[in-house]
């Protein structure tokens, strides 16, 4: 499965982005795909993830901010980031997990936040 992250860029606080994650390959083997993010310094952190059924999960950071979604025909996930914080500056990647596979992984994409 390759993974391609697009949406990224600069935006003021208490704006908004749209992240996009499009998927090729074989969509069969995929048990659920995360947006996880990376800031500076800092360990790698999931940020929502949602199964082929809908399921989403999200980190409490981003309850009520962020929405995760896809659109199967276009095997895209979404990622709608809404009220951003200065706190949320990361690059983000996206990831789907694939057991007993080894996940894939996109590359990044940066979200800059300023205040």
């Known amino acids: 499965v390759q993974l391609q992250a697009s949406g990224g860029g600069l935006v003021q606080a208490g704006g908004s982005l749209r992240l996009s994650c499009a998927a090729s390959?074989?969509?069969?083997?995929?048990?659920?795909v995360g947006w996880y993010r990376q800031a500076p310094g800092k360990q790698r952190e999931l940020v929502a993830a949602?199964?082929?059924?809908?399921?989403?999960h999200y980190q409490d950071s981003a309850k009520g901010r962020f929405t995760i979604s896809r659109d199967n025909a276009k095997n895209t996930v979404y990622l709608q980031m809404n009220s951003l914080k200065p706190e949320d500056t990361a690059v983000y990647y996206c990831?789907?997990?694939?057991?007993?596979?080894?996940?894939?992984w996109g590359r990044g994409t940066l979200v800059t936040v300023s205040s």
């Open positions: 990831n789907a997990k694939r057991p007993p596979l080894s996940d894939s």
């Open positions: 390959g074989s969509m069969s083997s995929i048990s659920a």
């Open positions: 949602i199964t082929p059924g809908g399921s989403t």
